[in-house]
């Protein structure tokens, strides 16, 4: 592939503040984020306008603004096998130390029915009065944006709930413009307390609790194990296992019946431990591992033998595919879903072998009322049986299957059936066998 742009080499100056793309003003101290957008370069040489440079190789770089003022901000774009060479792009960067401060207070209007409120914008600037219309309020509840300046305003909802309200200041005078401060107003004519959590955890349990009520100025948290929280919203560690009680109350001195609460209980659980041993100690030819589970408090378990199977067995036995070592791992958890992990490294001595039974009796019990390949080391198969006129009834290439006997559901007669299996062993070696097999009843 061949690129022909004779356009050469070409620089694209991206700035970024506060992670805000393209923004290109803000409060001293200010640190300000620059990439080269187009990203043709090999040499990047950074003029940031205050007497400081920065050379990458990479096209980004920052800088940090410890004095106010309007700085211009220079790119140069080097790749020296390009026919132009080098590109230059440019932005100004104005750092300021007039911030404003944006917040309001919020007064739910009486009687205690009304779903009215006064909002109140105390906002500050560094220096300096703000102009009128600068000011945008959103109450949350999807109704029209108000412009306003430094005087009250009054708005009603159309009914009760839990709105976030929002002070916006948009006014480039001010250097972290624009500048707002959201607010939460639970809203109804009589507080009710009402918050969720997950009924269960583990320890150390760090429960995370939302609260929900409905109205609500204060609120009181007791979790049960003697802690307390006036947060609208806490998260809590529990540090022993237990059932504990949880109780919120919820004032509100404007609404009809000026408290609530409710409870919830939690459990928390110990996590399990696992552990497992296994036997033969040391591997032995062809043999079936033996997992012994030992872990306590725990009444469901994972395995996985580190060769693509896994189990949902307490003591599972296994035979690996081929030789090697195997990090076995057993995942044991509880009745709530607390769970603890551990590992161990299996050896494994496997040599290929393959067989197949020469008969067996369907619609039997035992190990002869099904019929499969039996083998060691086989790593995928081929296996299809037809029966004396060349039907293929059954076909498999998964060594744990077998066949019942059957073909679309209905058993077969008692009769000869041949087979042809294609194998390939975990060394390499592949082998096609054929031969017979005998349907009993």
């Not at 506060?18 to 043709?40: A, E, R, Y």
């Not at 296992?241 to 109350?249: D, E, I, P, Q």
Request: proline share 5%.
């Amino acid at each position: 592939k061949i690129e022909m742009d004779y356009a050469g080499v070409r620089s694209g100056l991206h700035t970024s503040i506060n992670g805000v793309s393209n923004d290109t003003s803000g409060c001293v101290p200010l640190q300000v984020d620059f990439s080269d957008t187009l990203k043709k370069g090999k040499l990047y040489y950074w003029y940031f306008g205050d007497g400081a440079g920065d050379t990458t190789l990479t096209p980004f770089s920052s800088h940090v603004y410890v004095k106010t003022g309007t700085y211009p901000v220079m790119l140069v774009t080097i790749d020296s096998a390009t026919c132009n060479i080098a590109d230059t792009s440019y932005k100004n960067i104005r750092v300021g130390d007039n911030k404003a401060f944006v917040d309001f207070t919020s007064q739910k209007l009486l009687p205690c029915t009304n779903l009215g409120y006064d909002f109140t914008n105390i906002s500050t600037a560094t220096r300096g009065t703000f102009k009128p219309g600068i000011f945008t309020w959103d109450f949350g509840d999807n109704t029209p944006l108000v412009v306003q300046d430094l005087n009250p305003v009054t708005h009603t909802y159309a009914g009760p709930g839990t709105y976030k309200v929002s002070l916006l200041l948009n006014d480039t005078t001010y250097c972290n413009s624009p500048a707002d401060t959201i607010k939460t107003i639970r809203l109804s004519p009589e507080v009710k307390a009402i918050f969720s959590t997950p009924a269960n955890g583990c320890v150390p349990y760090n429960a995370v609790f939302a609260n929900n009520s409905l109205g609500g100025l204060n609120f009181l948290w007791d979790f049960g194990d003697g802690s307390t929280s006036t947060e609208d919203n806490p998260t809590h560690l529990y540090t022993t296992t237990g059932s504990f009680k949880v109780k919120l109350t919820a004032f509100d001195s404007t609404s009809c019946n000026k408290q609530d609460d409710t409870t919830f209980t939690i459990a928390v659980s110990p996590i399990p431990t696992a552990s497992f041993s296994y036997n033969p100690a040391e591997p032995k030819e062809n043999t079936f591992t033996n997992f012994v589970n030992q872990s306590s408090g725990a009444t469901k378990y994972i395995w996985n033998f580190g060769d693509g199977d896994t189990s949902i067995l307490k003591d599972p036995k296994h035979i690996f595919e081929e030789t090697g070592t195997y990090n076995v791992c057993l995942s044991a958890a509880n009745d709530v879903g607390c769970s603890d992990d551990t590992c161990i490294e299996v050896r494994s001595i496997i040599k290929p072998l393959l067989d197949v039974p020469s008969a067996f009796t369907p619609g039997k019990f035992g190990t002869n009322s099904v019929i499969r390949v039996i083998g060691f080391g086989i790593r995928e198969m081929d296996w299809k049986i037809y029966n004396r006129w060349g039907q293929n009834v059954y076909e498999s290439n998964n060594l744990k299957s077998s066949w019942d006997g059957t073909y679309n559901g209905k058993l077969q007669p008692m009769d000869v059936y041949s087979y042809t299996l294609k194998v390939t062993f975990s060394d390499g070696r592949k082998i096609t066998k054929t031969g017979d097999i005998t349907l009993l009843r």
